[in-house]
């Protein structure tokens, strides 16, 4: 994976193998604390304890077409090798919940990368699923969701190039600003 | 093309465009439309999915073409990844592997527009799932 929204792209896939209808992608940036973190929840199927204890081995794979799972185990390596870690939370019937941690300032810790081209591509594939995503960085945020933005686009699919297009400008330049508020 | 910020500008844009789309593309039936699948499991996002589906969408947007983008999971063919499934309606889905970008355009120009098959199907009896059981 090159960068942080590579795996928030792959991360997000298992909740929505989960079956989870509403997804929560929260990326928090702050730089006096000097950290990096990305949570990702989610309404699916959720894990009993024992297999959230399992997931982040990589030759545990739910599913049927290979024998490894890679998603959680090359998150967690580059959580680690950048000074951070990664937590799971999970509970039968209610969803899952996953932290991964990151020291901002640390010199192995993957760019974020196109963080809004990632949310946009997951949102125009999954239509019919709610994805938030709320970026902040330092003490300003910056929200979107699904839901808002199909009861603006009404008849429109949310699958549409053009539209997904004219997405990725809008989430992009708003993460931008987010950030530009900060650095001026 | 004035630049999108909010969900207001959003609206404006999408009621320019509302007008320009037909109604095959408004009821959006999956049916009659192209559809490319691109895996974007552990692999295939590492190999470089998400590179081949911005392509994709980028070029359909631009050349009009009646196709929807949709992500897969992996279906095991690791080592061939980026790997894209097409289904032409009344068509068997051919899945094509080691894509890049610019085989994701020659897919598009000579598969679905020309029905010209090109190098880089994976297996020729391929099946979904589905089929099988």
Redesign the interface.
Known sequence: MNDLAMHILDIVQNSISAGAKWIEISVIENLVRDILNIIIKDNGKGMSAETVQKVTDPYFTSRTTRKVGLGIPLLKQSAIQSGGDISIESEVGKGTTIRANFVHSNIDRPPLGDLANAYVLLMSANPELNIVLNYSYNDNNYSISTEEIKEVLDDVPLNNPSIVKMLNEMVSSNISETQYLVNN | MN?????D???K??QN??SE?SIR??S?NPDKMVQIRVA????G??AGA?TV??TF??K??KDGVPA????G????Y?YAEPTVEVKIPGKDPVVFGYVDSKIALDIIDKYILKGELIDGILPVNYQTIQEKI
């Open positions: 630049k999108i910020k909010s969900l500008d959003l609206r844009m999408k465009l509302s789309l593309e408004k959006n974007m499991a552990t692999c996002i590492a998400r589906m911005n969408l980028e359909i947007e929807i983008v949709t992500q999971g992996c279906m095991g690791c």
